[in-house]
Structures are given as C-alpha cells and as structure tokens.
C-alpha cells in the first residue's frame, strides 16, 4: 500500500530544532498501531519537557499514562492531537484523534446538543449527536444550556463530543479528576463499556494510579521527558482492587513515580 492511500493517516515531522512542518500521509495504518511517536522533543525556553521520548499505542489498545504534576503529560497529549506546532521529532497518527480535557470546555452559549454537532461534516450532524448523547446516557439534557450541567454530566457531553468523530485514537487528559468519587466510578465504567464498544486506542492521562490499573492494558510512567515505565495489566475486567496482583502493582508504580501514599500529581 502507498503512502498516499492513506488519506486518514496524519504525521507531524520536524528536524531537530526546526517547528513542526505539517501533516501528511504516512504507512502506519497496516501495522496495528494506532499512533507512533518517535524521537519527540519538546522545550518550554530552556526547560526541556519532552525529551526524545519514543510511543507506539497498539490500535484498540487502552493505554494509562501517569506522572508528577509537569512531567509533560498534557504537552505530550498535544502533541500527539496535533495541536503543538513546536514539537520536534515525529507523531503519527492512523486515523482519526479526538481529546476530551479535564475541563469539558464545552461553548457556553451553544445547548448541549449544538456543543456536540459542531464542526462535525456529516450530512446530518444533530442525529449523530443525538446517538452520541444517547451512548453517554445524556439524551435528556440534550437541550440544556452548559451552564446547567453537573461536573459528570458536562464530562459525559465532553466525551460524546469526543466519541461522535469516530476517532482510531482517544486522547483523555484527566477528565475525571473534577469530579466527586462516585461520579468518578460511573464515568469509569461508561468510558469502559464505550471503549469495548468502539475499541478506539485510548490513552488516558491521569493522576489516579487506582484509576490507571482499573482500567488500562498497560500504564506508562512519563518522567523526565520519556516513557520511564511501562506495565502491563493482564487481568480481565472488572478487577477487583484487592487482587494480589493489583496491590503489588500499585506499589510498583507508586514506587516509580516516588511518591509514598497515592498522590502522584
Ligand atoms: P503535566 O500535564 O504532566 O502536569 P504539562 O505537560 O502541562 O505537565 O507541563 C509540563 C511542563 O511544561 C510544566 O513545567 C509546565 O509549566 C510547562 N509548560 C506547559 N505548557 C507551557 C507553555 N505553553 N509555556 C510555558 N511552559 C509550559
Ligand atoms: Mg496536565
């Protein structure tokens, strides 16, 4: 398959030093990965945050990222939406990225539904919206104002938005950390259950090394500019938080990030 048969397929390349120069195809589709980040650089003035960090994220995989507050996370998730020109190194992505924010920066003065169609090009955005919010289980809010929404009703909307591109790749940077404990366990299982419904590769940023082992195939650990760590999480889900196996990886990667009792951001 050429490169150019791909239109679907998005990679930002830079020199070392030079901006990022744009988007073009590229031959990632076949090889069963999602995104490929290789040699990623990025610098703040003379503070370096992502330092020749390299990522491949598997198609379907589910993939929890976590570290210390200002490890990069957030600059490496805008990175890989493409939404940072100024990155060195190469991203490429197999199709289709969508983001969700901590803050569901959802248009004030648009209702739910509108804040979910827009800038969607399908022929008849609003119905596609209106699956998305039925999949998030916010149909009935589909006229509110944002205003109006609770913290997980606004992340829901958030993620319908996210989920209404059909992205190959799901990019969350701690959309749960607002929300109380509760609404948080909800928010788990509906991203779980659209994940096993979808199988988009995800990758989630959070600061919950409960949240990451509950959910994900494999937690990275970013420190110092790269990938520090990588575990796997070869059990079935829903886990049980208890299983020996979860507790003596918590403490792995509790041990990693340097932190003694659970705050890792
Ligand atoms: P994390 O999401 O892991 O908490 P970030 O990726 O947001 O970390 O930020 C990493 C580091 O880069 C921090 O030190 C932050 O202050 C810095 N940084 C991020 N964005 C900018 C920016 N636009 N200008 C200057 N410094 C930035
Ligand atoms: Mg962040």
Known sequence: MKDKDLPAEKTVV??????????AASGIAA?????????????????????????????????????RSGSGKSTLLRALAGLDREVTGEVRTAGQVAVAFQEPRLVPWKRVLANVALGLRVTDPQARARVALAEVELTERANAWPGTLSGGEAQRASLARALVREPRVLLLDEPFSALDALTRITMHRLVFSLWQRHRPAVLLVTHDVDEAIALADRVLILAEGRIAHSSPVDLPRPRDRDHPDLVALRLKLLAQLGVPAGETD
């Open 14 to 23: 830079a020199a070392a030093g030079q901006p990022a120069s744009g988007i």
């Open 31 to 67: 090889s069963g990965i999602a995104a490929s980040v290789r040699g990623l650089s990025r610098a703040f003035g003379d503070r370096t945050v992502l330092a020749d960090l390299d990522l491949d994220i598997a198609e379907g995989e589910f993939i929890a990222l976590i570290g």
